[in-house]
C-alpha cells in the first residue's frame, strides 16, 4: 500500500489558551512516534491551503464569514464556549481542509491509496451554520463532497469512531442519500447527539452509542453489527474516515477503554471495505484524542496498518 501523510507546520501554530485538550503538543507528540523506522516508507506531504470555495462545499457564506471576522489580529478570542482562534487559526483551518482535497484526489489519481491527514483543528463538531467543539470547518464533510464534485463519486461513506459524536458531519449529510454516515461513540457525552433512533431522513446515518466504561469488545460487537453491515449494503466508492483517539482508556475527556489495538483492528476491516468497493481508496482525518501517550501510539498503528493493508 502506498500512504500518503499530509502535515504542515501551521498547524501548530493554532495557539489555544493554557490547558486546553486541543493543543499543539497533540501532533508533536505523533510525529515523535513517527520517528520510529516503522515509518521510513511513509511518504510525507506538505499540506497545501485550500481556497474559500471549498468551504461552501459543505457550510454557508455566511459562517465562513463569521468565522473570518472571530479571527483576531492578535491573541487569543473565544469563538464559541471551548472554541478558540489566533490570528493563525484560519490559516491552518484552511490547510487541512487543503490536506484532505489533496488526499482525495491522490487516490483518485493512484498517486496513492490511502492518506492520513494530520492537522488541526479538528472538524467533525462543525455544522453547516455553527462552529463548535473546538472545530472551524467540517474538513471530512468538505472532502466528501470535493470528491463528488471532482471525481463523479456517487457513494461516499464517512466513519467517525471519534468519542464524541459528529454532530456537525450528520448535521450537513442527514438528507442526503449519496453519503452514509456511521459512527461509534460515547454516549451520554458531548455533544448530545448520536443516539441510534437518529437516521437521517434517508437512513443514512447510522449511529452505534457505547454506554460509559465499554470496552474493546463492546466497541468490536458495535461496529460489526451496525457499521460493517451499512457498508456492506452501501458499497462506498471511498472511505472517509473521522479518526479520533479519544476513545482510547487513557483519555481525559471520556469513559471509553480502548485500546491501540482496537483502532489497529477498526482501519482493517475499514480497508477490506474499501478493498471490496472503492478501489483501496481510504482518507483519514485525525479529528480528537487529547492523551499525547494514547494519541500517539494509536495513531501510530492507525498510520502503520493503512501502509501494510
Known sequence: MTTQLYENPIFLEHIVPEGHPERPDRLKALNLALEHPNF????????????????????????????????????????EADTFACPSSLDAAMTGIGAAVAAVDAVFSGEADNAFIAARPPGHHAEKNRPMGFCFFNTVAIAARHAQRAH???RVAIVDWDVHHGNGT???????????????????LYPGTGAKEETGVKHNIVNAPLSPNSGSEHFRDAFRARILTSLDNFRPD????????????RDP????????????????????VAGKSSGNRVVSLLEGGYDLEGLAESAAMHILRLMRG
Open 152 to 154: 463523479g463519486v456517487e
Open 40 to 79: 521510513a516508507e511513509l511518504k510525507r506531504v506538505e499540506a497545501p491551503k485550500g481556497s474559500e470555495d471549498l468551504v461552501l462545499l459543505a457550510h454557508t457564506e455566511e459562517h465562513l464569514c463569521s468565522i473570518k471576522k472571530w479571527i483576531p489580529e492578535e491573541d487569543i478570542s473565544q469563538i
Open 170 to 188: 450528520q448535521d450537513i449529510f442527514w438528507n442526503d442519500p449519496s453519503v452514509l454516515f456511521c459512527s461509534t461513540h460515547q454516549m451520554p
Open 253 to 272: 475527556l471520556a469513559q471509553l477503554n480502548l485500546m491501540a489495538e482496537d483502532f489497529d483492528w477498526a482501519t482493517g476491516r475499514l480497508m477490506e
Open 238 to 249: 471511498l472511505v472517509l474516515i473521522s479518526a479520533g483517539f479519544d476513545a482510547h482508556y
